[in-house]
């Protein structure tokens, strides 16, 4: 599976972005497509999640309420949504997709495809 993410940019704090992550290759092989950053100097961490058929989610506490995961699957292509930018989502943003099916939904380990990443810059 290959993926490509677009949309990222600056925004000023409060503001909104929409990312997009459009998949090619075995995409019938995907079980959860996800959405990871990481700020400089951290590790990159679990922001969302979504399977790739049926509808159950998952966010990190800190988006809860502010982001929103969603897919296409006519278009290959899964989407987040934020509002109400901090600075401290400040980050490079991946979109991630997992074929295998086995360990943590929020562990970088279970996904086995990424993009190359987009930034993401909030200011104060």
């Known amino acids: 599976v290959q993926l490509v993410e677009s949309g990222g940019g600056l925004v000023q704090a409060g503001g909104s972005l929409r990312l997009s992550c459009v998949a090619s290759?075995?995409?019938?092989?995907?079980?959860?497509m996800g959405w990871f950053r990481q700020a400089p100097g951290k590790e990159r961490e679990f922001v969302a999640s979504?399977?790739?058929?049926?509808?159950?989610?998952d966010y990190t506490d800190s988006v809860k309420g502010r982001f929103t995961i969603s897919r296409d699957n006519a278009k290959n292509t899964v989407y987040l949504q934020m509002n109400n930018l901090k600075p401290e989502d400040t980050a490079v943003y991946y979109c991630?997709?997992?074929?295998?099916?086995?360990?943590?939904?929020?562990?970088?380990?279970?996904?086995?495809?990424w993009g190359q990443g987009t930034q993401v810059t909030v200011s104060a």
């Open positions: 991630a997709a997992d074929s295998q099916a086995w360990g943590r939904i929020r562990s970088v380990d279970r996904y086995d495809s």
């Open positions: 290759g075995r995409t019938f092989s995907i079980y959860v």
């Open positions: 979504i399977r790739w058929s049926g509808d159950i989610t």
